[in-house]
């Protein structure tokens, strides 16, 4: 199960309304384990910086993937997933997504945008032989 605080997942929705119609994106901060508990404690917005439409596909900057993982450094918390949205789309990983899978340990969380507006919100974790995505609860506290 993935536990967010409300305040957090109001910036990611907010950060896929404004990107709309491309996609946003940003890393994910906590602690836990998705078998049990991933606690997210930080989300860290990001530019889309693809190469390729931004409409459908999204990179997370390095440099601010090196900046967390700095400024994370020596303490509890890692970073322990993504976020990014899918416009005029469901909040369903996309076989690109599948493809896109290089670390399988992070969690993907998807924002569903339609028209402007973040409709769904979904959190996935990929299968151990990196086949396929699996659905994890999320509870907003």
Not at 22 to 44: A, N, P, Q, R, Y
Not at 58 to 82: A, N, Q
Not at 84 to 108: I, Y
Request: with cysteine; charged share 25%.
């Amino acid at each position: 199960m993935i536990s967010i605080a409300g305040t957090l997942m109001a910036k990611i929705t907010t950060a896929a309304e404004a990107a709309y119609p491309d996609e946003c994106c940003g890393l994910l901060s906590g602690f836990g384990d998705v078998d049990k508990t991933l606690t997210i404690t930080g989300v860290h917005a990001s530019d889309n910086v693809t190469a390729e439409s931004a409409r459908d596909r999204f990179e997370v900057d390095p440099k601010v993937r090196f900046d967390v993982m700095r400024e994370l450094e020596g303490g509890p918390e890692r970073i322990v997933g993504h976020y990014h949205s899918h416009p005029d789309h469901p909040a369903q990983p996309s076989e690109h997504d599948l493809k896109m899978t290089f670390e399988p340990d992070l969690l993907w969380l998807i924002v569903a945008v339609d028209e402007g507006k973040a409709t769904e919100t979904t959190a996935h974790r990929v299968d151990a032989d990196v086949s396929a995505f699996q659905q994890i609860a999320i509870t907003t506290r």
